[in-house]
């Protein structure tokens, strides 16, 4: 970054602050590799895949104080628990594609913010739901 400033010193007209000079600086990748848009579409899907694996939360929050309570008392807890569970396959399904996409594109040379995005979320859902399976085979109900 340093070459980049003393080279850009010698432009005419120029100030130590000029536009100029920053779209120079930040042209020749100074800010590095993050700061680029993604080149591939496998990028935002791996970004949309990944958040969407957190949208599991707040269903899961919604089934579990609205909705169960109304299957229960309609046709007892054979049906609630299994729907409960079915969340958690929803979402470790979603992390896992999301992962294995995220790889894909990482693969092909993809280094962008939304992919690290994509991974970061998809990644800390499922550590939830393996430490959530863990706990209760570690003390079940």
Same mark, same amino acid.
Do not use: N
């Given at each position: 970054?340093?070459?980049? *400033?003393?080279?850009?010193?010698?432009?005419?007209?120029?100030?130590?602050?000029?536009?100029?000079?920053?779209?120079?600086? @930040?042209?020749?990748?100074?800010?590095?590799?993050? %700061?680029?848009?993604?080149?591939?579409?496998?990028?935002?899907?791996? @970004?949309?895949?990944?958040?969407?694996?957190?949208l599991i #939360?707040?269903t899961l929050?919604?089934?579990?104080?609205?909705?169960?309570? *109304?299957?229960?008392?309609?046709?007892?807890?054979?049906?609630?628990?299994? @729907?409960?569970?079915?969340?958690?396959?929803?979402?470790?399904?979603?992390?896992?594609?999301?992962?294995?996409?995220?790889?894909?594109?990482?693969?092909?040379?993809?280094?962008?913010? %939304?992919?690290?995005?994509? #991974?970061?979320?998809?990644?800390?859902?499922?550590? #939830?739901?393996?430490?959530?399976?863990?706990? %209760? #085979?570690?003390?079940?109900?």
């Amino acid at each position: 970054m340093v070459e980049h *400033l003393v080279y850009i010193q010698g432009v005419r007209g120029s100030s130590p602050l000029s536009p100029t000079k920053i779209l120079y600086i @930040m042209d020749k990748k100074a800010f590095g590799k993050t %700061e680029k848009k993604p080149t591939q579409k496998i990028a935002k899907w791996a @970004m949309w895949l990944g958040l969407s694996t957190t949208l599991i #939360f707040p269903t899961l929050g919604i089934f579990v104080s609205a909705v169960r309570p *109304l299957i229960d008392r309609l046709g007892g807890e054979r049906i609630g628990i299994p @729907m409960g569970f079915s969340m958690l396959i929803i979402s470790m399904t979603l992390s896992v594609v999301a992962l294995c996409v995220c790889a894909a594109a990482y693969k092909k040379g993809d280094r962008s913010a %939304e992919l690290k995005i994509g #991974f970061i979320a998809a990644a800390l859902t499922g550590v #939830f739901w393996i430490i959530m399976v863990i706990g %209760e #085979f570690v003390s079940p109900h």
